[in-house]
T-cell receptor
């Protein structure tokens, strides 16, 4: 079945460092891909998305490119801030289904130190 | 729009008691999802509704769990009887058509069963 795999955390970086969080997926067809962020004590928030191959999603300095050839959707940011400390979830939605099921990876915790 | 509203935010109950979690989704979003989050198992999809109809409840762990959506503006997740292993954060999420727009999550209910 469909699945999402993320790099294990926690990822600990200094402020202004470059961030990469790896995400790969297994799915039939052509899913849509998402990154969600969860700040402490809150629900998940949509960070960015891409709905077809080679699309780049971007928001708040974060970017991710839908790579069908490598089945990947890695999250990147050029310069992280302390306020980016959170848990990041990669997810897919099977575009052939109209039932709306989102499949999440296990989450990667990012800690940014001043 | 106030977003997805969950209540209560925190619930502490004794083992064996009935627990009811509530969710008010976003108006016009036709899909509603209940997730459970724990450190050990991450995010688990319990059940989801499309146009108020349950589509897939295969994630509901046991018969002790039940969910209803009597109308487009209200859903409940009930646990009867509750057990300590049910302690988790329970999230409700509302989805737009096709979920290519992603989900909007509530802030969650932190359930502790003692």
């Amino acid at each position: 079945g469909d699945s999402v795999t993320q790099m294990e955390g926690p990822v600990t970086l200094s402020e202004e460092a470059f961030l990469t969080i790896n995400c790969t997926y297994t799915a039939t067809g052509y899913p849509s891909l998402f990154w969600y962020v969860q700040y402490p004590g809150e629900g998940l928030q949509l960070l960015l998305k891409a709905t077809k191959a080679d699309d780049k999603g971007s928001n708040k300095g974060f970017e991710a490119t839908y790579r069908k050839e490598t089945t990947s959707f890695h999250l990147e940011k050029g310069s992280v801030q302390v306020s980016d400390s959170a848990v990041y979830f990669c997810a897919l939605s099977h575009s052939s289904s109209n039932t709306g099921k989102l499949i999440f990876g296990q989450g990667t915790t990012l800690q940014v130190k001043p | 729009d106030a977003g997805v509203i969950q209540s209560p935010r925190h619930e502490v109950t004794e083992m064996g008691q009935e627990v009811t979690l509530r969710c008010k989704p976003i108006s016009g979003h036709n899909s509603l999802f209940w997730y459970r989050q724990t450190m050990m198992r991450g995010l688990e999809l319990l059940i989801y509704f499309n146009n108020n109809v349950p589509i897939d409840d295969s994630g509901m762990p046991e018969d002790r769990f039940s969910a209803k959506m009597p109308n487009a503006s209200f859903s409940t997740l009930k646990i009867q009887p509750s057990e300590p292993r049910d302690s988790a954060v329970y999230f409700c999420a509302a989805g737009g058509e096709g979920t290519h727009y992603g989900y909007t999550f509530g802030s969650g209910t932190r359930l502790t069963v003692v």
